[in-house]
């Protein structure tokens, strides 16, 4: 078995077997591994490239594909050559890393796509070989259809035979091997003079020259000056592809993918190129010259974006404009309302919104629940979008809604005021047309609040705080404001009542030690009770609206317990709704029940006796009751107002739908 | 010193022996030809150049003299530059217009440059023959052994060959010397264009030694050699063979070839030192003639065995 050192010194032999040809080669800065090659081979007076491949002991049939698959020969391919091994290795094209695409090579130090690079080919500018006859590696770029020194159009053909020009064999670049035809002395034309500049600096992002790259880069706008520059020209291949007025859209992105750059034109690469330079408007008026013609509520991303959806696709393969155009496409839909059905449309961060925001976002944003924010579906200036397909497809302007949460979370709803003050809800919206409360207006705050009343919550606490400090002028006993307000079915009464107090022209003569609201915790003065109850049946006439109203509300109404409204609807005395969380009453069974039955208070507080002295009053007219609920029972009105001889005037004030 | 020894130090020594070149007259005639083609090929460089032949028997010389010119001229500085000013091309037997190219590439290639010998066709290999003499600065091309050229399968092969080497020369790529044994000249006797394209010729013709300026250059070849040999074999007492009639015995075996005496000499010298000895006898010089003369037919009988023959006219 062979010593290590025996085998390096084999392999030192085996090294020196090749030499060097006698014409060596000097390379041009520009020029391409198969130029020198070819040059070799024509200075040498040999026919086939192989031929001095095959010196470097690089034997292939293929010889072009030697600076792609032989990067290992490269030492071999420069002592043949008579180059040095840094000017070799330099043109060779190794598999590299390139974030744009998976097959990628090098490329003078930066790194391209595979696919973006002809072996085979040769494509040749006549005007350039006219100025120096070596194969400049930029023509092996394919993107490039044009020479960026020239500006003159490519060709891969002799224009006189038609045969593809190649490799294999070589009598010079600019000679066809096939007729020996020069070249040079055709003229293919050149691009436009329009396209010139673009053309040059995109062509300077695949420069072989490193320092031309980073000027070419440096020149770029951001995010693209960040870029590598191979990625920068894949995307502007990818955009100038994709933005093609080739029929159908994306037909010609799919052939660029598939290697072939037969349509791709200089136009389609400036293209690209310019939109780059005017990003992000050029994406913005891409968006805005695709928008959807129809009225829909929610678009498909293909619809919107064209070709470009590709990037939408889940099966996209990342690449930095894949990631640049995720991550900036969904914003500007929001800003330009355009509302978009995609996963990935709604994946970008809030931070990104500018005037737009999902019903996703806008739950973690201002906490709240789905089911508020669907309430808002139908209010124009918020929402842009009404249809919910999936999560984080509705789209919200962001101010408006910012406005409607702000507005919610400075309100009180109905009912938790009205607990507050143990006064009906029906009655706070006379309260708020007094002017003792804030009514909250705003449509949107109101939805997103439950869609009930809700009344400013600093007027709110400015009501309670003044009701608070009302004083308490003598220590009497009387009813309480919500006692001496029961059988009150107008909401204007109880708002008056409360005028009243604040106002001093109801006199408070105590305050009861319980925390069930102001009207129930307050003691008014008996008479002025009578007065204010006589006063507001005359006064307030004011028609009640259709609504119901909850058992709490009903006791509150009725002045009587709760559980004796439940024992009464389960009696089947009041009809009544089961809702979940508790029972809904319309109003007008609250007026009938008022009308047809009578507690023992309202007869003590007709004849200023206790209620005890007004159930012996009646047991001794021979009225008995007619219901008996859980704490009270209840005599038929009729029979104890003809018993007081009392007038059947003194009926509780209600119309309603025009009846009274 | 045991035999083994005393075989690796007779080989070293020959191999010394075998890199003696002396200084003499017929190399400098040559080489001023030489010189000749080289200047006026620099003086009429677009023109067409010159050739010469040079003959002379096995032995005689040429290729000493070829060696000894390309020695002074293919410096080591021009062989860094790749520059080959006289490129010493061996022909092959049986050579054609191919194999004369390939010949041509080979010697190149011996000197450490990839030229493709066996790629191409033969226009190919011809046209890059003349890219490369001209590429390689050559002066002079020199090709040795020219009577395989004439010694050709057929005469239309050996016309076709002399036709190329006169286009090269018409062509302007550099002047030819073409060695060889007798018959060599026979393309320039029958190709008018090569003849006159060719200066007069070198003969290296054998030793007469009944020709006193032959005898004095024989002479003083001889003794010039052999104080190398002492010098640089250690031989003590090698000038001792100029004594008597020994020259003369020398010149009867090699037969006036001056290469041939030289090998006598050094086949007694190899005989002395695997003795072990650094002194030659005259059995050393009869043995060598033995061995390496008459084993091979080139001699017919050993004078230093049987004795000085009386001076008669060379056999050439």
């Given at each position: ?660 | ?29 040559a080489?001023?030809?030489f ?16 050739c010469v032949l040079m003959t002379g028997p096995t032995q005689s010389g040429k290729s000493t003299i070829i060696e000894s010119y390309a ?15 006289v490129l010493h091309v061996v022909l092959e037997a049986n050579i054609s217009r191919k194999g004369l190219a390939q010949n041509i590439l080979e010697a190149l290639e011996e000197l ?5 010998t ?11 023959v ?8 050559v002066?002079l091309l020199v090709l040795d052994e020219f009577q395989h050229v004439v010694h050709s399968d057929n005469d239309?092969v050996a016309n076709s060959v002399g036709?190329t080497i006169k286009?090269m ?6 002047p030819i010397v073409m060695c060889g044994i007798r018959g060599a000249e026979r393309p320039f006797k029958?190709?008018?264009?090569l003849?006159?394209?060719a200066?007069?010729a070198i003969a290296l013709s ?51 070839v001056?290469g041939a005496?030289?090998n ?53």
């Amino acid at each position: 078995m062979p010593r290590p050192s025996q085998v390096v010194r084999l392999a030192d032999d085996e090294r020196d077997e090749i030499k060097p040809l006698l014409i060596g080669v000097v390379p041009h800065a520009d020029e391409s591994l198969m130029s020198l090659v070819s040059a070799a081979c024509v200075a040498n007076e040999h026919e086939r490239t192989a031929q001095i491949l095959a010196f470097a002991g690089v034997d292939t049939l293929r010889p072009a594909f030697a600076p792609f698959t032989r990067t290992s020969d490269a030492n071999a391919i420069a002592t043949v050559l008579s180059a040095s091994a840094n000017d070799v290795v330099v043109r060779m094209h190794p598999k590299a890393h390139c974030l744009s695409a998976g097959d990628s090579v090098a490329w003078y130090g930066a790194s391209l796509p595979r696919s973006f690079l002809v072996a085979e080919q040769r494509r040749v500018s006549p005007a350039a070989l006219r100025a120096s006859p070596h194969h400049r590696a930029s023509w092996m770029v394919r993107p490039l259809t044009y020479c960026p020194e020239t500006f003159e159009l490519l060709i891969s053909s002799c224009p006189y035979c038609s045969a593809k020009l190649g490799w294999l064999k070589s009598i010079g670049v600019w000679r066809c091997e096939t007729c020996t035809r020069s070249l040079r002395h055709h003229r293919p034309g050149k691009i436009t003079w329009s396209l010139r500049q673009d053309a040059a600096s995109v062509a300077a992002l695949v420069s072989v020259n490193a320092k031309h790259r980073a000027q070419a880069l440096a020149r770029m706008p951001g995010p693209f000056n960040q870029w590598a520059p191979g990625d920068v020209f894949f995307a502007a291949v990818e955009i100038g592809s994709l933005t093609s007025a080739k029929q159908p859209p994306g037909t010609l992105n799919a052939e660029v993918n598939h290697g072939d750059f037969s349509n791709f034109g200089a136009e389609d690469l400036v293209r690209g190129f310019r939109a780059l330079c005017e990003w992000p408007l050029s994406l913005k008026s891409y968006v805005e010259d695709n928008r959807p013609a129809s009225k829909a509520d929610l678009h498909h991303v293909k619809e919107v974006m064209g070709p470009l959806a590709k990037f939408f696709s889940p099966y996209a393969k990342p690449t930095p404009l894949g990631d640049l155009i995720q991550s900036a496409v969904p914003p500007l839909l929001h800003e330009l309302e355009i509302p978009v059905a995609h996963r990935r449309y709604s994946k970008a961060e809030a931070a990104e919104r500018s005037t737009t925001m999902t019903t996703r976002e806008a739950q973690r944003h201002f906490n709240l629940d789905g089911r508020s924010l669907s309430r808002i579906g139908g209010i124009d200036g918020i929402l842009v979008s009404q249809r919910q397909v999936r999560a984080g497809a509705k789209l919200f302007k962001f101010e408006p809604l910012k406005n409607a949460v702000y507005i919610l979370r400075g309100s009180i709803s109905e009912e938790a005021l009205a607990a507050q003050l143990a006064i009906p809800p029906l009655a706070l919206p006379a309260l708020a047309r007094a002017g003792l409360l804030d009514a909250v207006e705003h449509k949107a705050a109101l939805l997103l609040g439950g869609g009930g009343r809700r009344y400013v919550t600093a007027s709110a606490d400015r009501l309670l705080s003044a009701l608070d400090n009302v004083p308490v002028l003598t220590s009497a006993p009387g009813p309480s404001l919500a006692a001496a307000l029961a059988g009150k079915f107008n909401g204007e009464a109880w708002a008056r009542a409360l005028g009243d107090v604040l106002a001093g022209k109801l006199k408070v003569v105590g305050k009861r030690d319980i925390k069930r609201g102001f009207a129930r915790r307050v003691v008014i003065e008996p008479k002025l009770a009578r007065a204010m109850v006589e006063t507001l049946s005359s006064a307030c006439s004011t028609e009640w609206e259709f609504q119901t109203v909850t058992s709490g509300t009903a006791s509150l109404l009725l002045g009587i317990h709760e559980r004796d409204v439940a024992d009464a609807i389960e009696a089947q005395l009041v009809e009544a709704y089961y809702e979940g969380r508790g029972y809904s009453i319309e109003l007008g069974e609250l007026v009938q029940f008022s009308r047809s039955f009578m507690a023992a208070w309202e007869v003590a507080r007709r004849l200023n006796i206790t209620s005890q002295s007004a159930r012996s009053y009646l047991q001794a007219a021979g009225i008995e009751p007619d219901v008996s609920l859980s704490k009270i029972h209840l005599w038929r009105r009729e029979e104890v107002e003809l018993a007081l001889s009392v007038r059947a005037t003194s009926t509780p004030e209600f119309r309603q739908n025009g009846s009274s | 010193m045991s035999s083994l020894d005393n075989n690796h130090v007779a080989a070293r020594i020959r191999a010394d022996l075998d890199a003696i070149v002396i200084e003499n007259p017929r190399a400098s005639a040559a080489h001023g030809v030489f010189d000749y083609l080289i200047e006026h090929s620099e003086r009429y460089s677009t023109g067409g150049k010159r050739c010469v032949l040079m003959t002379g028997p096995t032995q005689s010389g040429k290729s000493t003299i070829i060696e000894s010119y390309a020695a002074r001229l293919n410096t080591p500085d021009l062989r860094e530059k790749r520059q080959i000013p006289v490129l010493h091309v061996v022909l092959e037997a049986n050579i054609s217009r191919k194999g004369l190219a390939q010949n041509i590439l080979e010697a190149l290639e011996e000197l450490g440059i990839q030229a493709g010998t066996s790629s191409g066709s033969e226009t190919i290999l011809l046209r890059r023959v003349r890219a490369y003499l001209k590429a390689a600065g050559v002066k002079l091309l020199v090709l040795d052994e020219f009577q395989h050229v004439v010694h050709s399968d057929n005469d239309r092969v050996a016309n076709s060959v002399g036709e190329t080497i006169k286009r090269m020369l018409i062509k302007g790529v550099c002047p030819i010397v073409m060695c060889g044994i007798r018959g060599a000249e026979r393309p320039f006797k029958t190709n008018s264009q090569l003849a006159q394209r060719a200066e007069p010729a070198i003969a290296l013709s054998p030793i007469e030694a009944c020709d006193p300026a032959d005898a004095e250059f024989y002479m003083e070849f001889l003794a010039s050699y052999l104080l190398q040999v002492e010098d640089v074999a250690g031989i003590e007492n090698a000038t001792s063979l100029l004594n008597d009639t020994t020259p003369s015995m020398i010149v009867e075996v090699a037969n006036g070839v001056l290469g041939a005496a030289c090998n006598l000499i050094k086949g007694a010298v190899t005989l002395a030192v695997r003795d072990g000895r650094y002194h030659i006898t005259g059995d050393d010089l009869a043995l060598a003639t033995d061995r390496y003369f008459i084993a091979d037919g080139l001699c017919f009988r050993n004078p230093f065995r049987d004795g000085f023959d009386a001076v008669r006219p060379n056999q050439h």
